[in-house]
């Protein structure tokens, strides 16, 4: 038999397409995403959970006239096949190739970049807006996950929406998919709202009183085949009609037969509208969905076997160093508690959850929140620790100032993912957080250049009092045994690893010490592992200085504001003139590919440093 997906160029393909040619394309879809991510890597599980509801919604509305806002969106797999990019699926998450999240410049059908979760509501109810201001006959459509839904932003634009602005109100439709998972299990109250709506005794009761309603009437078959539609039509008083929006579901969001006629309706309804379906993360492959969490974002692996344990150990990652730490940490300080937004697993918390559950916090998606929270918890004397990731921690700063550090508070916050992450790309990239970190008083930096002296930082930065921010990349660093003691490093103090005689100092901030070991040793040069931005080592600072010619300053973050920035400052506060090169991450989104080849594209390998060290001191001595 023909391959129908083959057929499929754009969403106006399949409005051509028969009911059970729908059915037939949704089981091929799904097949192709399942050979396709098993070859490349990424995001799996929750692409098989929306390849019905992307198909509803391509046949249905007129997109892209019609706007589809995805959140989070490392559910648009699917969505990217049936738009024209099918052919280069294949480059996915590569350097050079398709991105792993929508992306405006990547197609017209991308019509929000959406990587960090809970902004699609928003986004949406602005695009609505606009088409009214506009005269614009068209809808905005924002599918949001339920783990995306417990952040305070998809409220707060929910209670926006759900109004009239001088008399105007957009044609929104929010679309909940209810898969009952983010990437950690779910937590809060909004969650059991959503289970107790499935699977309540009052849902029981409306069906069945439903149906005895319907029954001997010609509405009756439609309640029989459409029974979630019942659900949204009898039970009252939801949440979201509160907000001002008029509620149908759940209904089965692996149905096409519910999902169309249902989306088909809504489309021609005025007004914000709710529609809450229910979808299986890794719906039709049974590995991923009897472990949606392992199959969440998997490596390239055999669709058949499914995912193996590999032949050979990993090295230990700087994860892992840090969750070790945290159950040691705690084992020896019972005012420990711990929080993470909703990433136990890739925060590396799992074994400190099992271990000490009235200890960990999982707030779900919701930074603002376990900053906050945090600081609650330090005014009475705990000693939080805050697990989060560098490109997360962004959408707490306001917290992160006013809350924690204008208070001076004793919150440790361990920031993973710094630097560059390869694959996901620009939006989780960690570029920023020494530079919007080290600008707030009373806040420390911390930069390990390996495992060791990650888990000695996190030590010397929980016994420290005040806010400390620990940061450390993602992946394995040059494999020095992390050890199990609870060491602090001396604080504020940096060490000279290696002496040079060809005047030039690098000045290394981080697990770029180890390339700048490597270049060093071609061009003679001094090597300092500085460890700390704030507090700077202005002893060593100077001493360098006064001793070479040209310094040079490393850092896997921003160049402008960063840890170079710091040295340069403190240089010009005590009068010292000497040459500084900065290197670092460019004034630019670094594009999503393997983190070497990004690295050495940005000039922060051995072979970079050491090119861009010698052009400097060319022109020095020229």
Same mark, same amino acid.
């Given at each position: 038999?023909?391959?129908?997906?083959?057929?499929?160029?754009?969403?106006?393909?399949?409005?051509?397409?028969?009911?059970?040619?729908?059915?037939?394309l949704?089981?091929?879809?799904?097949?192709?995403?399942?050979?396709?991510?098993?070859?490349?890597?990424?995001?799996?599980s929750?692409?098989?959970g929306?390849?019905?509801?992307?198909?509803?919604?391509?046949?249905?509305?007129d %997109?892209?006239?019609?706007?589809?806002? *995805?959140?989070?969106?490392?559910?648009?797999?699917?969505?990217?096949?049936l738009?024209?990019?099918?052919?280069?699926?294949h480059?996915?998450?590569?350097?050079?190739? =398709?991105?792993?999240?929508?992306?405006?410049?990547?197609?017209?059908?991308?019509?929000?970049?959406?990587?960090?979760?809970?902004?699609? $509501?928003?986004a949406?109810?602005?695009?609505?807006?606009?088409?009214?201001?506009?005269?614009?006959?068209?809808?905005?459509?924002?599918?949001?996950?339920?783990?995306?839904?417990?952040?305070?932003?998809?409220?707060?634009?929910?209670?926006n929406?759900? !109004?009239a602005?001088?008399?105007?109100?957009? @044609?929104?439709?929010?679309?909940?998919n209810?898969?009952?998972?983010? $990437?950690?299990?779910? !937590?809060g109250?909004?969650?059991?709202y959503?289970?107790?709506?499935?699977?309540?005794?009052?849902?029981?009761?409306?069906?069945?009183?439903?149906?005895?309603?319907?029954?001997n009437?010609?509405?009756?078959?439609?309640?029989?085949?459409?029974?979630?539609?019942?659900?949204?039509?009898?039970?009252?008083?939801?949440?979201?009609?509160?907000?001002?929006?008029?509620?149908?579901g759940?209904?089965?969001?692996? @149905?096409?037969?519910?999902?169309?006629? %249902?989306?088909?309706?809504?489309?021609?309804?005025?007004?914000?509208?709710?529609?809450?379906?229910?979808?299986?993360?890794?719906?039709?492959?049974?590995?991923?969905?009897?472990?949606?969490?392992?199959?969440?974002?998997?490596?390239?692996?055999?669709? !058949?076997?499914?995912?193996?344990?590999?032949a050979? +150990?990993?090295?230990?990652?700087?994860?892992? &160093?840090?969750?070790?730490?945290?159950?040691?940490?705690?084992?020896?300080?019972?005012?420990?508690?711990a929080?993470?937004?909703?990433?136990?697993?890739?925060?590396?918390?799992?074994?400190?959850?099992?271990?000490?559950?009235?200890r960990?916090?999982?707030?779900?998606?919701?930074?603002?929140?376990?900053?906050?929270?945090?600081?609650?918890?330090?005014?009475?004397?705990?000693?939080?620790?805050?697990?989060?990731?560098?490109?997360?921690?962004?959408?707490?700063y306001?917290?992160l100032?006013?809350?924690?550090?204008?208070?001076d508070?004793?919150?440790?916050? +361990?920031?993973?993912?710094?630097?560059?992450?390869?694959? #996901?790309? +620009? %939006?989780?990239?960690?570029?920023?957080?020494? /530079?919007?970190?080290?600008?707030?008083?009373?806040?420390?930096?911390?930069?390990?250049?390996?495992?060791?002296?990650?888990?000695?930082?996190?030590?010397?930065?929980?016994?420290?009092?005040?806010?400390?921010?620990?940061?450390?990349?993602?992946?394995?660093?040059?494999?020095? #045994?992390?050890?199990?003691? =609870?060491?602090?490093?001396?604080?504020?103090?940096?060490?000279?690893?290696?002496?040079?005689?060809?005047?030039?100092?690098?000045?290394?901030?981080?697990?770029?010490?180890?390339?700048?070991?490597? /270049?060093?040793?071609?061009?003679?040069?001094t &090597?300092?592992?500085?460890?700390? &931005?704030?507090?700077?080592?202005?002893? =060593? &600072?100077?001493?360098?200085?006064?001793?070479?010619?040209?310094?040079? %300053?490393?850092?896997?973050?921003?160049?402008?504001?960063g840890?170079?920035?710091?040295?340069?400052?403190?240089?010009?506060q005590?009068?010292?003139?000497?040459?500084?090169?900065?290197?670092?991450?460019?004034?630019?989104?670094?594009?999503h590919? @393997?983190?070497?080849?990004?690295m /050495?594209?940005?000039?922060?390998?051995?072979?970079?440093?050491?090119r861009?060290?010698?052009?400097? *001191?060319?022109?020095l001595?020229?």
């Amino acid at each position: 038999m023909d391959s129908l997906l083959n057929t499929i160029h754009s969403p106006a393909d399949l409005k051509a397409l028969s009911r059970a040619d729908l059915h037939r394309l949704a089981d091929e879809l799904r097949q192709y995403v399942v050979d396709s991510v098993s070859k490349t890597g990424g995001h799996f599980s929750s692409n098989l959970g929306t390849v019905e509801l992307t198909i509803a919604l391509h046949a249905v509305f007129d %997109t892209p006239r019609d706007r589809i806002v *995805w959140d989070v969106g490392h559910q648009t797999y699917p969505h990217k096949i049936l738009t024209g990019r099918r052919e280069r699926m294949h480059t996915l998450r590569q350097f050079g190739g =398709l991105s792993g999240f929508p992306r405006r410049d990547e197609s017209e059908y991308d019509t929000f970049g959406t990587a960090h979760s809970s902004t699609s $509501i928003s986004a949406a109810h602005g695009m609505a807006m606009a088409a009214k201001l506009k005269g614009e006959e068209r809808r905005a459509i924002a599918v949001i996950g339920d783990g995306a839904m417990t952040a305070g932003m998809a409220f707060e634009a929910l209670n926006n929406a759900g !109004v009239a602005h001088g008399g105007l109100m957009g @044609d929104l439709l929010v679309i909940l998919n209810d898969n009952d998972m983010s $990437i950690s299990p779910p !937590v809060g109250a909004l969650n059991k709202y959503l289970s107790r709506l499935m699977s309540g005794r009052l849902y029981d009761d409306v069906r069945e009183g439903a149906k005895a309603v319907l029954k001997n009437t010609p509405l009756y078959e439609f309640a029989r085949r459409f029974e979630e539609h019942t659900k949204g039509m009898f039970v009252p008083g939801t949440i979201f009609e509160e907000f001002g929006f008029n509620y149908v579901g759940p209904i089965d969001g692996h @149905d096409l037969d519910a999902l169309i006629p %249902t989306l088909e309706n809504l489309k021609h309804r005025k007004g914000p509208q709710f529609l809450h379906v229910i979808t299986k993360k890794g719906q039709g492959y049974k590995l991923a969905e009897a472990d949606p969490v392992k199959y969440h974002g998997p490596s390239p692996f055999d669709p !058949v076997k499914g995912i193996e344990a590999p032949a050979k +150990a990993p090295k230990t990652s700087f994860t892992q &160093v840090f969750g070790s730490w945290l159950c040691d940490q705690a084992e020896a300080d019972p005012q420990l508690v711990a929080i993470t937004p909703a990433m136990r697993e890739g925060s590396g918390m799992v074994e400190f959850h099992k271990r000490y559950p009235t200890r960990y916090f999982d707030v779900g998606i919701a930074e603002q929140h376990a900053v906050t929270f945090a600081a609650g918890l330090a005014c009475e004397g705990l000693k939080p620790v805050v697990a989060i990731y560098s490109t997360f921690l962004q959408r707490a700063y306001d917290q992160l100032i006013h809350d924690v550090a204008l208070q001076d508070l004793d919150v440790l916050f +361990a920031l993973d993912r710094a630097g560059l992450v390869g694959a #996901d790309g +620009a %939006t989780h990239a960690g570029n920023y957080d020494i /530079a919007f970190t080290r600008c707030i008083p009373k806040m420390a930096v911390l930069t390990p250049a390996d495992e060791r002296e990650c888990r000695q930082l996190l030590s010397t930065g929980y016994q420290h009092r005040g806010p400390v921010t620990v940061r450390y990349p993602r992946g394995a660093g040059c494999g020095a #045994d992390p050890g199990r003691d =609870l060491a602090v490093l001396p604080w504020g103090r940096g060490e000279q690893r290696r002496a040079g005689q060809g005047g030039i100092a690098i000045l290394a901030f981080g697990t770029l010490l180890y390339p700048a070991l490597q /270049a060093a040793e071609r061009l003679d040069a001094t &090597v300092a592992n500085m460890r700390f &931005v704030k507090p700077l080592d202005t002893e =060593l &600072v100077e001493q360098l200085a006064r001793e070479h010619r040209l310094l040079v %300053t490393v850092e896997d973050g921003c160049v402008m504001g960063g840890a170079g920035s710091a040295v340069l400052e403190h240089l010009q506060q005590v009068g010292l003139t000497v040459p500084v090169l900065q290197l670092g991450l460019p004034d630019a989104f670094v594009e999503h590919g @393997d983190p070497a080849l990004l690295m /050495a594209r940005c000039g922060l390998d051995a072979e970079g440093l050491e090119r861009q060290i010698r052009a400097r *001191w060319a022109r020095l001595n020229g």
